[in-house]
Structures are given as structure tokens and as C-alpha cells.
């Protein structure tokens, strides 16, 4: 929907009607990804694409159908067992598509949805594409961070989508367990900037089937700022494109900072490292959902980009790489730079939870188990020897 949000918001703020197909899911070579959408606005223009051309004309008349109609419907295309050239892929994917009628009537969040897309504000859009139940169709419930580490769910509530908990002042889906259930996932998703279709049973039974709800999470991704271009930070960078992240390996040593050797990161720079994070954070690049991992364990390098990074005004995670060794003479580097308990506090060091790692892919793994585990709240445990949810609220 965001390729399409501002010419959608012209004709809602029109008070328009307006016809929205969205991919919903993709199989095999499918062009467009989850979340691209097609309007069909009210004077029958078509804006955006669902597909690059292959099935567009019938997601258009699909779509004035749900506008007449009112009902919106997930259709799937795929390839014509017939003909290629009919309804279908040429290419061999397959879509989901979920077309829908949008107007101040049946949307009337979308303003509020909008303002945060346009401010960068972190939401989620979660919606029902699929229920035994024909009445829970379509219901959505809107998802954003709580600047406390919780979250404020919304749903539509001119349309009947969900009940308000006034003692909470919580929003929600028709039971506890659907409302929980897609909030957390939701807020995982949007967490890392990704869309995607969730399955569970028609209550929210996370092992359960035939309740589908597609998510659109309008965020950034997060940033994993990478800083010594060793082997183990590839394999980090490995990690945090994975998982989500947009990567930046930086080091100030030509020879080794090269794009050749971090494949998976989405830059990589040469810079001094303590001057690279200082001009991004006066760019207004680091955030509260920010990872800093600093590989060198070398203290020309290390003390002077510590100094920087713990003493940001807000991060997710700082954790440094060494030996204990090194790790007590880095502290007593930095306590001589003038950084005090609670700054120092701050920092993971030696990076990682203890998993027993040896090579540089179980390192990786072991570092971004303790910034998970930062950003949700996790003990590092075995859920094995814990009691109660797994996902916490």
C-alpha cells in the first residue's frame, strides 16, 4: 500500500471510494512482492500494479465488483492450466491477491495510518483475509510501538471490527487470544519491516488453521551498524540482512572494507569508525531500535567509537567484541575517557550469550541471540526451564 498511499489518500480525503487489491502472498517466481497494491479509483483509473501487467485487468474488474458489492474477497492467480497468456503468470508464480473497498466508511483510520507513514512513525496494519466465519472478514487491527516497550493496538471500530476495552483503553479483536495472538506478531514484523500473511486457527490458535491475516508493517528497517571489517563481521552482516536488518559494515581500512568481501550488507563504509557514528547520529540515523557491534578489539578504534555510542541519547544494543583481557582494559580506557557506571552499563561486552560458539557463523548467532533477547525482553534462557507465555505481551 505505501507505493500507492498518497493517491489513495487523495480520493479518501475526497471522500471517495475506492477499489484496492493487495498481494497478500507469493509463490515461486511471482513479480511483485507482499504488499504492493493497485487502486481502481472512483472515475475507473488504475494506479499501481499488483502483478507487472499479468493479471492486472482481472484484479481491475475484481475490484469494481467489491466496490458494487461491498464484500472483499482473496483471489489467487496463477499460471492458466490452458492458456499462459489468459488470467494467469507467464512467468510460473502465483499471487494471492486481497481486494477490498476503501472510503472514509469502511477505513476510517487510514488518515491516522497515513500521518505516521508520512512522519516515519513505526505502525502495523493487520487484516483478516481469510475466516470460516464470513462476519470476521476484513476486520483490522492497527499495531504501534509504545514508547514504554509495549504496544497500542486499534481497530476499526465504525465498522464493527472489534470491541473496546475501555478499562484498558485498548482496542481489540472478538477474543483475547486473536487479539494477543496477531499483536505480537504483528509488532515482530514491524520490528523488522517486513509484510507478510499469518496463519492461525479461527480464534488466534497459533497451531492452528483457517484464519489468514496479512500484516503491513510501515517501518524502516532497523540498522545493524557493523563496525571492523573481519571475517566475523560477514558473517554477522550475514545474520543481520536475515533477520531483517538494513546493514552497514564500516572500518577505516581500505584494503579490507570492500563490498566484495560483506556480500550481505547494504553498505559498506570507510571511515573512521567514532567519526562515522557521530555524523550519522547528527544526520538523525540512529534510533531507539539501533544495533552497534563493534568487532575490531582494538583500542584505537574501539575507545574513541565507544565514547560515541555510549553516550547516544537512545540504542538498542552496544556490544564490543574481546577477550576478557581486552574487555577489562577497555573498561579502564573508557573510565579514563570519562564515561561513568551508567554509561558503561550500557555496553555488552564480551558480545554474545554463551552458546559455546567457536566459528564466526556461531558467533554471529550468539550475538544476535543477546540483541533479540534485548529487544523483547528475553532471559536467554531454555524455555524449557521457564513457566508461562512464550511471547511476551
Keep these: 500500500m505505501r507505493d500507492v498511499l498518497t493517491e489513495l489518500m487523495d480520493?479518501?480525503?475526497?471522500g471517495e471510494t475506492v477499489g484496492v487489491g493487495t498481494v497478500v502472498a507469493t509463490f515461486q517466481s511471482?513479480?511483485?512482492?507482499?504488499?504492493?497494491?493497485?487502486?481502481?479509483?472512483?472515475?475507473?483509473?488504475?494506479?499501481?500494479?499488483v502483478s507487472g501487467g499479468c493479471v492486472e485487468g482481472a484484479v481491475y474488474e475484481l475490484a469494481q465488483s467489491v466496490v458494487?458489492?461491498?464484500?472483499?474477497?482473496?483471489?489467487?492467480?496463477?499460471?492458466?492450466?490452458?492458456?499462459?497468456?489468459?488470467v494467469g503468470l507467464t512467468c510460473g508464480g502465483i499471487l494471492d491477491v486481497w481486494v477490498e473497498k476503501v472510503s472514509r466508511d469502511t477505513f476510517p483510520e487510514l488518515a491516522e495510518i497515513a500521518a505516521d507513514v508520512e512522519a516515519g512513525r513505526p505502525v502495523a496494519l493487520a487484516t483478516v483475509i481469510e475466516h470460516p466465519d464470513p462476519a470476521r472478514l476484513g476486520q483490522r487491527l492497527v499495531v504501534r510501538p509504545d514508547p514504554a516497550g509495549?504496544?497500542?493496538?486499534?481497530?476499526?471500530?465504525?465498522?464493527?471490527?472489534?470491541?473496546?476495552?475501555?478499562?484498558?483503553?485498548?482496542?481489540?479483536?472478538?477474543?483475547?487470544?486473536?487479539?494477543?495472538?496477531?499483536?505480537?506478531?504483528?509488532?515482530?514484523?514491524?520490528?523488522?519491516?517486513?509484510?507478510?500473511?499469518?496463519?492461525?486457527?479461527?480464534?488466534?490458535?497459533?497451531r492452528g488453521e483457517g484464519m489468514r491475516v496479512f500484516v503491513w508493517a510501515f517501518a524502516p528497517k532497523p540498522r545493524l551498524l557493523v563496525f571492523g571489517a573481519i571475517d566475523f563481521a560477514a558473517a554477522v552482516a550475514r545474520v543481520g540482512s536475515f533477520l531483517g536488518y538494513d546493514v552497514t559494515v564500516?572500518?577505516?581500512?581500505?584494503?579490507?572494507?570492500t563490498a566484495s568481501r560483506f556480500p550481505d550488507?547494504?553498505?559498506?563504509?570507510?571511515?573512521?569508525?567514532?567519526?562515522?557514528?557521530?555524523?550519522?547520529?547528527?544526520?538523525?540515523?540512529i534510533d531507539a531500535r539501533t544495533v552497534i557491534t563493534v568487532l575490531t578489539h582494538d583500542p584505537k578504534f574501539d575507545v574513541?567509537?565507544?565514547?560515541?555510542?555510549?553516550?547516544?541519547?537512545?540504542?538498542?544494543?552496544?556490544?564490543?567484541?574481546?577477550?576478557?583481557?581486552?574487555?577489562?582494559?577497555?573498561?579502564a580506557r573508557l573510565r579514563e575517557a570519562g564515561l561513568g557506571d551508567a554509561e558503561l552499563d550500557l555496553l555488552s561486552s564480551p558480545i554474545g550469550l554463551d552458546l559455546g560458539a567457536r566459528t564466526p557463523e556461531e558467533t554471529a548467532i550468539s550475538i544476535a541471540a543477546e540483541f533479540i533477547a534485548g529487544r523483547w525482553g528475553g532471559s536467554g534462557l531454555r524455555l524449557a526451564e521457564r513457566e508461562g507465555r512464550i511471547h511476551g505481551s
Design 150 to 206: 509495549g504496544i497500542v493496538p486499534d481497530v476499526d471500530q465504525d465498522s464493527g471490527a472489534g470491541d473496546l476495552d475501555l478499562r484498558q483503553g485498548l482496542s481489540r479483536l472478538w477474543s483475547d487470544r486473536a487479539t494477543d495472538a496477531v499483536r505480537d506478531d504483528a509488532l515482530g514484523l514491524l520490528a523488522s519491516g517486513t509484510n507478510a500473511t499469518l496463519s492461525y486457527g479461527p480464534d488466534g490458535e497459533r
Design 265 to 285: 550488507a547494504d553498505r559498506v563504509v570507510v571511515d573512521w569508525p567514532h567519526r562515522y557514528l557521530l555524523a550519522e547520529q547528527e544526520a538523525g540515523a
Design 11 to 14: 480520493w479518501w480525503e475526497a
Design 68 to 86: 458494487a458489492s461491498g464484500e472483499p474477497t482473496l483471489e489467487r492467480y496463477g499460471v492458466s492450466d490452458d492458456d499462459a497468456f489468459a
Design 30 to 49: 511471482a513479480p511483485r512482492p507482499a504488499g504492493a497494491s493497485m487502486l481502481v479509483g472512483p472515475d475507473e483509473t488504475a494506479v499501481g500494479s
Design 304 to 331: 574513541p567509537l565507544l565514547e560515541v555510542a555510549l553516550r547516544l541519547p537512545e540504542v538498542a544494543y552496544v556490544g564490543a567484541m574481546g577477550s576478557r583481557r581486552t574487555h577489562d582494559d577497555r573498561m
Design 250 to 257: 564500516c572500518d577505516a581500512r581500505p584494503v579490507f572494507a
